[in-house]
């Protein structure tokens, strides 16, 4: 069973239901119900009625998930048909969420029954402490916590889609659990091997700005800085930095269009100013 449903979840809230006092108030211009809202408002682009839910993983943690309708399914209990067939499961890049799916959801959608999951600390999933400091330790964060996921649901086989690093993870998981992966299929896959022992810097950044740079970026990803905690630190200029990353990063390939942009900025926004797993 779902924890909340998160169109409901909004609805209750009136939509975003912040006090006024509080939304000019506050550092971080974010809330759970603010970026429920805008998922949803994201979600409104697709033909497709995406249902939402938090299936529980654990004592108070959740993963956020949108599915594709069927006739007498919610997204925590999947009809008969959808069981029957192996679904579409789908895992998002870093620092990501399953919303930024939205331009091909329709068109999965007709070919698959479609499950996409913010993975556990991401997105619109719950934020338990990180404590890993191994890699393999970072790995059960994510894949044992998508296994609890898969069997709430009931889910014998499927075929699992991951972007960027969610490719990484999905590979991992079918590695881990290859009797209920169906077919794996890797978008843009990203993953980081072992430093070699004979690696050096290159030497163009060893000295000057670029060094410097690079230096300084290793460092603060070992101090835990990532796009999420920027984000957070700037609070009411972090919205404004989105929308200029957003608008030029996504004008490339296929431009987004214009009532797209911001519905996407805001749901970017939401889910990287939330507090950090």
Known sequence: MAVAEAQSDATACGGPGVPWFRRYTRWRQTSRAE????????????????????VPVAPKEFMHTLASPSPGSSPSRPSAAQLADAPLVCLPGYSAGSGFAFRVLDGL????SVFAVDPLGTGLSSRPCFR???TAQAEAFFLDS??????????ERMVLMGHSLGGYLA????????????????????GIPERPADWELPATMRSGAAGLLARGAGRAWDWGLTPGSIIRGLGPWGPKLIS??????????LPLEEREVAPLERYMYHILAGRGS
């Open 146 to 155: 998508l296994e609890r996921w898969r069997a709430e649901l009931g889910l």
């Open 171 to 190: 590979a991992c998981y079918a590695l881990r659990h290859p009797d209920r992966v169906q077919h794996l299929v890797l978008v843009c896959p990203a």
């Open 244 to 253: 200029r990353y957003a608008r030029r990063r996504f004008q490339q390939g």
């Open 132 to 134: 890993a400091r191994s």
């Open 35 to 54: 970026a429920v809202a805008a998922e949803r408002e994201l979600l409104s682009l697709c033909s497709t009625g995406f249902q939402t839910s938090d």
């Open 109 to 112: 959608a007709q070919a698959f």
